[in-house]
């Protein structure tokens, strides 16, 4: 990759002048190795499933979560809306599409990111409290994560499909699915998940758009116990064949490791590390283990990739879901040397993997010898993302992702790469500099 | 590769006037075309499980099948003979290991290749009467091939171990695990092979050594069927655990669809395709498509590989087992830059797997464009071996092969890679040239 030289920052002279503050500056360089050990450190563990009403603090009552930084309603992206519809219709607070979108737009239903709840979801990110949730102990420190459960392709929730067919679906998952998975993991105790994400990345996935390998390992691992258990046969047949008809079924699992990886590493005062990147359709926000909650966003873009027949870049909403949290982990799109048959689904050559991984490694504290690359003679995956770096070389975050079609409930219309937009970076550079005394 | 100038044949006169003769000879070049077409077109399909003694043909009474070219009892090394021992337990011909040994002996039991019964068996490959084997028909010619079921690691008939261990599992194999399989394949109708290995190259697997990504995808195939079949939730429990805990459960099937391949590709006068490939312990063995059921033998070679703690070279037998068919297919070694990963395994560095397949391009008449290489940008794997380019170039097929220790029971105690001796093929090549008139 040639890297043309250019203002740090882009030319934001704030930024610059932050970013010259803090190169070298030992407390900078001390909090992000705190940060980034801790990330190496972290061992999510898949522990149990339960509704999110009762797994998840703060969603008892008419509290709807969605991906991405905070956004109203009004500003909302069509399939997050369409999302929010269908979990009201699934909650039962309305009775028709229309009833349910005067109840959304009422404000009598709280909306929050996911990640504020410890949580993630991919596309438009929406779990409504009756929804199953898994639950990530995070062995370290103890605390916990989230996501909701894959749906699989097609008419879907997630890119804001809300007809018949999804809210039943969501039923039979949140009753007889869940009811098998948690008999399975009762039986099967916790399933360690970065021993399986090592697994699926020597067997060609990248953990964010190519989930095959370890949907069968996990499916593998699963199996055992869940025959040992106390579920039926006709529900563990249901459950089984659709865990098994869907290759994305692991991704919500690699989204809460994730999640429960890169929470490891926040509350570091001064560390510039990545700890969310995370897109509502509208916005594309990141937050560093040195600025806590604070989000620092910028337009979400719109995606370059390969579309399904009929589509084209007029029909994609921009750059949407929590699934970036795989990227900010050192997986997903700085993994793709994993994953070269990825590029017939995202677009480019098995080069242009090797390359996109290299690329991140000149933006990242370091590797992570856990998850190991054989086509790279088994270099780590390069993680977590100094936003300094980011700032400093303009060399942004590489993304695999789906992409939504713009109206609600049309579903994924292609995947392609994306980059997460630089002006998160200077601004989140800007604010850590004013949270560090001058050295 | 550097390839320094050699006579061809490495100096075998006779073979190298053969060479010379057949060299751009229009009725080899059309025969060798209509034999790779052949091989390209094969569709093997995994359609049931029975019983050697009803499947295939000549099994009804006492017969062993056994791994490589023909062989005496008495000269053959000590794993094939312990799993011969074994298998004269398993089927209740004798009472104990000495008296079952003197059976042997007495020559009062067949033995024979499983490649003159349309069978292939990995390491001794020993198939008797009352072991299940799959049945996989190649639905072009409607030929049938046969491999044994993949016991495992550890203590293993196919090492030679043949402990009251090793005998019970065969006894569970030949019953639950039999009677589950076959009530699955029924509820599933047959399963094409050639679709799922093609994606376990783009999972990692080169499908000899490395069956990780094929074994998980296979079994998340028979689930939904078998949970669906009449088989009882007691032996789908033991059958799905036997299955799941075994990452080489794939290799037997890969056999037997790579034998059905090259079947396809058989009986062609004046062909220089290699059909087989095979090793029972002291020699190594090979067959072309123009030479019928000959075999054309050297030497088996000792494998340069990675010893488990505890072993090493003078410990190992000499190369073993049908499973050399894999490489014959174009696949195992011949698709190493689809298995990174499994340089871990074999030994050398993801560099010289993608190396070792490119290598073999020099030596095949073309590639199988429904196996592709990710890392190679989605070339074809290499397949069809010319045995007059190996004798010509001296560039030997290339096999990844486990080690068996050389006394019996002690089972698996490395891994590594081969090649196919010089000499087979020098032999087959001057056999080839003697059976086509003066052009």
Known sequence: MRIDWAPPADGNHAAGHALALMVNDERIEAANRASFAAYLAAQP?????????????GMDGRMILHA??????????????GAIIGAILFEGWADDPEAARRLAASGDVGLAPCHHHGAVGPMAGVISPSMPVWIIRETVSGRLSFSNLNEGLGKVLRFGANGAEVIGRLRWMASTLRHVLDATLGEAGGIELKPLIAQALHMGDEVHNRNAAATSLLLRRLLP??????????????????????????????????????DAARDVPGSSMVTVMARNGVEFGIQL????????????????????????????????????????????????????????????????????TAAMGHITLGRNTAFTLPAMNFVGTPAGIDARRVADTRLLPVINTGIAHRKAGIGQIGAGITHAPLDCFTQAVTALAASVPDG
């Not at 047949?237 to 690699?254: M, P, Q, R, Y």
Request: charged share 15%.
């Open 45 to 57: 563990v898949l522990e149990g499933i339960a509704p999110a009403r009762e797994a998840v603090s």
């Open 68 to 81: 991405g930084p905070p956004i109203a309603w009004a500003s909302m992206c069509g399939p997050m809306q």
């Open 289 to 356: 283990a040195g600025t806590g909650n604070r989000w620092f966003t910028a337009p979400a873009p719109v995606v370059d990739g390969l579309f399904f027949p009929g589509y084209s870049t007029a029909d994609a909403a921009p750059d949407l879901g929590d699934s970036a949290i795989t990227e900010t982990a050192g997986l997903g799109g700085f993994a793709m040397a994993a994953a070269p048959a990825i590029v017939n689904f995202v677009g480019g050559t098995p080069d242009d993997a090797v390359a996109n």
């Open 225 to 262: 116990p869940m025959l040992r258990s106390a579920a039926s046969r006709d529900d563990v047949t249901e459950a089984v064949a659709f865990i098994a008809g869907n290759d994305h079924f692991f991704l919500n699992l690699s989204m809460a490791a994730c999640k429960a990886m890169l």
